[in-house]
């Protein structure tokens, strides 16, 4: 069984240290050097099975996600990150239903499907969303 928390690099092109099943690296629940407030450490499972696994994936507390935007080099107020926090879960929740409704049109050749890795790209727009963009 896989450890929603491991920092395994079983993939040569994953960088050293990194999660290769989500290209993130090991959780930082430490308080930010820049950070006024507390954050929770606390972490939610989601209901998204985690491929070759048992588990589900679970979701980064609001301290992780706050640290990962200011590692990004992002600005926000801690004060936001729960509602932050909250809109991203529930975001992948809906979005993992509507894949298990698409799937269940190839229920006969996959009835237990699993999410083996999350991807951001969040560089790369999608026809519609240059489209969106270009109009204003």
Not at 26 to 37: E, S
Not at 62 to 76: C, D, H, L, S, T
Request: aromatic letters at 8%; a neutral charge.
């Amino acid at each position: 069984m896989s450890d929603p928390d491991s920092n395994s690099n079983s993939n040569s092109s994953c960088p050293l240290g990194y999660d290769s099943s989500n290209m993130m690296p090991p959780p930082n629940q430490m308080k930010h050097p820049d950070q006024k407030y507390d954050l929770s450490i606390d972490r939610i499972s989601s209901s998204i099975p985690r491929g070759k696994s048992d588990s589900v994936w679970v979701y980064p507390s609001p301290q992780m996600f706050y640290n990962a935007i200011k590692r990004k080099g992002g600005e926000v107020s801690e004060l936001e990150i729960p509602t932050i926090v909250a809109i991203h879960n529930t975001v992948n929740e809906v979005t993992w239903r509507h894949v298990l409704a698409w799937e269940q049109l190839h229920k006969d050749v996959c009835p237990n499907p699993s999410l083996l890795k999350f991807r951001g790209r969040p560089t790369e727009y999608s026809p519609k969303a240059r489209f969106n963009m270009a109009i204003g």
